[in-house]
């Protein structure tokens, strides 16, 4: 009786062991030799692990198979991949979060559409920072929004609209073909104004204006090369001769980047009716220039964002022009010149007239 109760207490108790500890006494002793090396492998690694980031000398890794030692050459790419490693685990957690800020290359390499012109853009680029209030025109009253510590501030508001208006003029001249001359004559105007005329399919100007490059072009500019050039923009040859009687070249509009230094070239734009775009201070005269742009000319950044917005009006006009030229639509009026065969021809009659002319003249001797 007592052995009979005795067996029901234990099988009750060997039923209600959980299968872990049945299998752990089920298993052989490599299992445990293997399990015992693979948490030692873990807590070395840890360790390994914590020496690195406590010391700034290099310490070597351990082999998983071996668990020795790898000493890597100075001048493998191992150890300079393993010491990499280990300093960007130890200093990765160090300094700060960079969050997005002002980068100057990127006026230059991805100018601001006329579209993305806000006041938020105007004001980070100190738009409207003016000059001393002793130094101002008081033409430019209008365009003053205020004084603040002896420096009169600038109408952001007044500026995108004004610079809107310009874009809209830039855009337009680009679309008609005309000839667009960018000029900005200030030390770290040259990237400013040469990416501009880039977009703009116009011309540049950094360095000084020479005077009368305009109202006597033709004794100034006559020798620079002209070429003829279809709705494509692709050059068309044959046409030098005819060139060669033809004046030298007049802007269709100016932007002018600095109208104080250039006030010569302004002068003779107003002599011949040229329009004239200019960025215009608290100093300067706005009736220099046909469409003003009232903002900060001593900014650098400020200078970019607008040369880069009227760059990429000028851009969008050109792209429309090409655009309706493929449609066959011509949107300006092309010059008239007489064929390349027609001159050819005409050289050629005149060459055979002057033979003849020669051997009468010895038929006569």
Sequence with gaps: MVIRQLISRQGRRFATTPIRTWTRTLASEVDVIEASLENSLKETHSIEALLQNETSDYIAPIDDETHATIDYDADSVAYKYHEMKRIQSTTGQLGSTLTPHYQPHTLLTHPPSPSS??????????????????????????????????????????????????CRVVSGVAERGGLILFVGTRPGHTRSVVKAAQLAGGCHLFEKWTPGSITNGQQILGGCRLKVIDEFDREIPGYQEQLLERPALKP????????????VLLHECGLNNVPTVGIIDTDANPTWVTYPIPANDDSLRCVQVIAGAL???????????????????????????????????????????????????????
Aim: with cysteine; net charge negative; glycine share 8%.
């Design 117 to 166: 012109i806000t006041l938020e853009l105007l004001l980070a680029s100190q738009s409207h920072l003016g000059h001393s209030t002793s130094l101002w025109n008081p033409m430019n009253s209008r365009y003053i929004f205020g004084i603040r510590q002896g420096i009169h501030i600038i109408s952001l508001d007044v500026t995108a609209a004004h610079l809107r208006r310009a």
């Design 311 to 365: 760059g990429k009006a000028g851009e969008e006009g050109q792209e429309r022009r090409r655009a309706r030229a493929q449609q066959g639509d011509v949107t300006y009026t092309p010059t008239k010149l007489d064929a390349p065969e027609m001159t050819e021809g005409a050289n050629l009659e005149r060459e055979s007239a002057s033979l003849e002319g020669e051997d009468a003249s010895l038929e006569r001797s």
């Design 252 to 263: 269709d509009l100016v932007v002018c980047l600095n109208p104080l230094e250039n006030w």
